[in-house]
């Protein structure tokens, strides 16, 4: 039976770059294919299955059975699952792993030896830039002793196009500033306008053109739909050797994905800013190159990022498949540049309007859908006696840093609130990390709730494409201000956009959960709930979660129902989306759909749990591979794929606890022991340290809340994995108040 078939995918692609020359490959005896030849391979595989499924297996397969690392594992060919071992379970310690906010895939967390080196995994010295693969054309390189990351590359760095000078580096990751420009880029032209206008070309990628070309009705376009090992094997092959650019390289902690990535067989171009991690990802070897690009000015991002992947085509012979990101503030740039280069993708303006709540709110009540009551709040010239030279970022930044009620046009925001009702939540209408959301609980607390959210917006910067929270002593550079440059290194015209835009919502009353989903094709292939526990109110800190969900079938089935018809209002058709909703005593409610793959744990959540891999979904649908992971079996042809997907029992049942900072205070020596030792309990996945000694921390009573650990536990059942890590909760909260000073 063709249900009972997997292909298994071979192990390392390390000879990706003599592959991208069309020569041998590496040491490992992989053959190396020139990247004008994968279609035409593509198509042919698709059609040697098509003429005989069974009988081609042996030829697709190799002579490789696969490796260790996830790729494969014995007894794939009977249709096994050959996914990644989640949490900690089955793996030694992790290179990926970092104190402070490593992959949950190891058992212990390790710190940075040096400069460009991880415990676990030797550097391998630093490579000349390879000019005879760059358009150095117009090119200028300059010194870069001041990355973070050490030496690299001799110690300089391209750029394609653009200069970047040392006093810049420190500021080339994406902001709201890059956003707003990049709303306004199809205000008057249409796509094949913007791309002419830079220059770029329209391309067909190899693996969704051979797929698109494969005969409907055959063995392998049957297959590659199905959700089975054997099909996802399939489409693990088809991906293989797949060229993807990512749009920022993210946290640390994100190195998982390229891992991933790197074991698919994926050859990954990452675009950054030059002082990004990516450049250790390329000289271990993990992605086939890094592509620094100037970020600082945000009306030249979408140009130069999109002048980057046209060099890689033009000048590196690079047929690129897809491009993607896993960071939220990433999104609609890499939508955009999917759209000028005509690779598979959501429409931008979809993606614009999940990003913009507000206009999430308009699409899902014009839907017909469940909705929730909300404002837009005036500008701040309107609410905010402004002074007259408040179009300077610095001077906007420490007089909201000192403001009053005596500021505010209280008669107006009193005005809107009264139109929600009390209590209701504040928010950025484009925002991440719970930053700026706030409950009020009645009127009188309005006019102060306000000034605290324009303060945690104005605190908050961007790091390594994740919105982060600030410090009000970490100001500015204030002789780039002098200089003209806006601070940070940042235009004026970059400078002059940091007013927030904020609305007002009614509280949702019940229980929040996180629903994940995987559109394919414009359908739902995918959908799964986890429940999160009662945020650290007023702020929506989250502290822990479980999976399985615990509020029963029903609800579980009503809250991914509104969930997928949420992503459907809004446009979204193809890739991982992370919804949040509630489940009120009015039925589901959203909150919020993320246009990616959740942060923290959600990767792990889904595959410990389900068995499905996030990482690999998003990137099938970014490359134009149809989705359809196999949901809760570990083997195919057993009882459980039998069985209708609800009544499959989980593969495993988890929770997790975060641990919200007790109290405002000062993190002394200690803490992190208290924290880790948790990690030798024979029921704990992972535990993970967000302190150290010294760190400022804050408590729910002063703001929003510092997350200093998290502790993940599994158990027989939702409710027994729950119950240990509430029990940890209370121990962990007792025991960590002396390490607070």
């Not at 306008?193 to 376009?221: H, M, N, R």
């Not at 970022?393 to 505010?408: D, G, P, S, W, Y």
Request: proline share 5%; charged share 25%; glycine share 10%.
């Amino acid at each position: 039976m063709v249900s009972a078939i997997a292909i298994p995918v071979s192990g390392s692609h390390h000879g990706a770059h003599a592959f991208a020359a069309g020569v041998p490959g590496d040491e490992h005896g992989e053959p190396g294919v020139p990247h004008g030849q994968r279609r035409s391979r593509i198509a042919d595989r698709m059609r040697a299955i098509n003429e005989g499924l069974e009988s081609a297996l042996p030829s697709l397969a190799g002579n490789n059975s696969g490796s260790e690392g996830g790729n494969s594992t014995k007894g794939s060919f009977q249709g096994a699952s050959s996914l990644p071992r989640p949490f900690a379970s089955a793996y030694t310690a992790s290179p990926a792993s970092f104190t402070g906010g490593g992959s949950l895939l190891g058992t212990s967390y390790g710190t940075r030896s040096s400069a460009g080196s991880l415990p676990g995994r030797e550097l391998t010295e630093s490579k000349p830039i390879r000019t005879n693969n760059v358009n150095i054309q117009n090119t200028e390189f300059v010194s870069l002793g001041v990355s973070p990351y050490g030496r690299s590359r001799d110690d300089v760095l391209p750029t394609l196009g653009g200069k970047l000078t040392p006093d810049v580096v420190k500021a080339n990751f994406l902001t709201d500033a890059h956003l707003k420009k990049l709303e306004t880029t199809y205000a008057d032209a249409s796509v094949q306008e913007v791309a002419s206008s830079y220059g770029v070309t329209p391309i067909l990628s190899p693996i969704s053109e051979a797929l698109k070309t494969s005969a409907k009705g055959g063995s392998a376009y049957e297959l590659i739909h199905q959700g089975t090992h054997a099909a996802q094997e399939l489409r693990r092959q088809v991906l293989r050797e797949g060229a993807v650019v990512i749009i920022t390289t993210g946290s640390m902690g994100k190195r998982f994905v390229y891992e991933r990535l790197e074991q698919l067989g994926v050859n990954t171009y990452i675009i950054d800013g030059p002082d990004s991690w990516a450049q250790v990802l390329e000289d271990e070897g993990v992605i086939e190159r890094f592509l620094p690009v100037d970020m600082t000015d945000s009306s030249k991002t979408l140009e130069l990022c999109a002048n980057a992947i046209q060099s890689l085509i033009d000048h590196d012979g690079v047929e690129v498949d897809g491009i993607a990101t896993f960071c939220e503030i990433a999104v609609p740039l890499a939508s955009r540049l999917a759209e000028i280069f005509g690779l598979p993708g959501n429409p931008s303006s979809a993606v614009d309007a999940a990003r913009d709540k507000h206009a999430t709110r308009i699409a899902v009540a014009n839907a017909g859908l469940p909705s929730v009551q909300s404002r837009m709040l005036p500008s701040p010239e309107t609410l905010v006696r402004l002074p007259s030279n408040h179009d300077n970022r610095i001077v906007r930044k420490k007089f909201v840093a000192n403001m009053t009620e005596e500021h505010l046009n209280l008669d107006k925001l009193l005005e809107i609130g009264g139109q929600i009702g009390y209590p209701l939540v504040m928010k950025p209408v484009s925002g991440a990390a719970s930053i700026g959301v706030l409950k009020v609980e009645s009127a009188e607390k309005l006019s102060s709730a306000y000034l605290k959210v324009l303060r945690d917006v104005f605190r908050a910067k961007v790091n390594a494409g994740a919105l982060v929270m600030g410090s009000d002593d970490e100001d500015d550079d204030v002789d780039s201000v002098a200089n003209g440059n806006g601070g940070g290194g940042r235009s004026e015209a970059d400078a002059a956009q940091d007013w927030p835009t904020i609305m007002l919502e009614e509280y949702l009353d019940g229980e929040e959960v996180d629903v994940d989903v995987i559109l394919s094709e414009g359908k739902s292939v995918y959908n799964a709930t986890s429940d999160n526990w009662p945020c650290e109110e007023p702020w929506f800190n989250e502290t822990g979660d479980n999976a399985p969900c615990l509020l029963g079938l029903e609800i579980e089935r009503a809250l991914e129902t509104v969930g997928v018809d949420c992503c459907h209002a809004l446009g979204l058709t193809t890739g991982v989306f992370h919804v949040e909703l509630k489940a009120t005593s009015r039925g589901p409610r959203l909150i919020e759909v993320n246009t990616r793959m959740g942060g923290g744990p959600v990767r792990d959540i889904n595959l410990r749990v389900n068995g499905v891999d996030l990482v690999e979904e998003h990137i099938f649908a970014s490359v134009g591979i149809p989705c359809n992971p196999p949901f809760r079996i570990a083997v195919d042809g057993s009882e459980a794929s039998s069985r209708r997907a609800e009544d499959r029992d989980p593969l495993d049942c988890v929770a997790g606890y975060t641990l919200n900072a007790p109290k405002t205070g000062t993190v002394t020596e200690g803490a992190e022991a208290v924290i880790m030792k948790w990690a030798e309990v024979s029921y704990v996945l992972s535990a993970e340290v967000f302190v150290h000694p010294g760190d400022k921390v804050t408590s729910k009573a002063d703001g929003l809340p510092t997350w200093m650990g998290e502790i993940r536990v599994h158990g027989d059942t939702a409710a027994d994995a729950k119950d240990r890590a509430e029990k940890m909760r209370d121990t962990l909260l007792a025991e960590i108040l002396p390490f607070i000073r």
